[in-house]
T-cell receptor, first 114, second 112 residues
Framework: AQSVTQPDIHITVSEGASLELRCNYS??????LFWYVQSPGQGLQLLLK??????LVQGIKGFEAEFKRSQSSFNLRKPSVHWSDAAEYFC????????????FGKGTRLSVIA | DAGVIQSPRHEVTEMGQEVTLRCKPI?????LFWYRQTMMRGLELLIY????????DSGMPEDRFSAKMPNASFSTLKIQPSEPRDSAVYFC??????????FGQGTRLTVV
């Protein structure tokens, strides 16, 4: 069975600074990988996903993530953070074949300061 | 597409009352998921359906919880009787496959 670890519970960055949120997964093969964002009082919105091919994936809102098989990681990055990016971010892993539900990490809360 | 639609958005009820949460998935999606989110336990998968059939309900916490999907466009999650520890945000999600999920806005349930 797959599992996901998001090592950072809470991260604070300054507006305009770069951002990297960490995600490590455990799975016996190449998984499907996802990042979701949840703003306060809202549902989870899909930022980006990786199924296969290019290991650098572009998403919405200027986010990107890179799949590194050797490190079992799928870290989320943004070159310049905006105050509106303050939210909870969830990494999720899915199994090849798509027959079992996603497994979500515990989430990383991002705070943005002026 | 309107996305996954959940109702109500907020529900406050007294302990012991029956609560019914509703979900309309995205048209054409074969999978429907019910999740519960709390500060302590994070996001938990309660149950999921494929083509209206429950596939795995091992996440349903107790017999007080039940879920149905009478047709492809509607699902309910029922709690009877409700307890204060059931207070949480309940999300419905749908997808073409099990390994993806499009979420609704959630129902915030408060049991007093």
């Amino acid at each position: 069975a797959q599992s996901v670890t998001q090592p950072d519970i809470h991260i604070t960055v300054s507006e305009g600074a770069s951002l990297e949120l960490r995600c490590n997964y455990s799975y016996g093969a190449t998984p499907y990988l996802f990042w979701y964002v949840q703003s306060p009082g809202q549902g989870l919105q899909l930022l980006l996903k990786y199924f296969s091919g290019d290991t650098l994936v572009q998403g919405i809102k200027g986010f990107e993530a890179e799949f590194k098989r050797s490190q079992s990681s799928f870290n989320l990055r943004k070159p310049s953070v905006h105050w509106s990016d303050a939210a909870e971010y969830f990494c999720a892993v899915g199994a090849i074949g798509g027959n079992t539900p996603l497994v979500f990490g515990k989430g990383t809360r991002l705070s943005v300061i002026a | 597409d309107a996305g996954v639609i959940q109702s109500p958005r907020h529900e406050v009820t007294e302990m012991g009352q029956e609560v019914t949460l509703r979900c309309k998935p995205i048209s054409g999606h074969d999978y429907l998921f019910w999740y519960r989110q709390t500060m302590m336990r994070g996001l938990e998968l309660l149950i999921y359906f494929n083509n209206n059939v429950p596939i795995d309900d091992s996440g349903m916490p107790e017999d007080r919880f039940s879920a149905k999907m009478p047709n492809a466009s509607f699902s309910t999650l029922k709690i009877q009787p409700s307890e204060p520890r059931d207070s949480a945000v309940y999300f419905c999600a749908s997808s073409f496959t099990a390994a993806e999920a499009f979420f609704g806005q959630g129902t915030r349930l408060t049991v007093v």
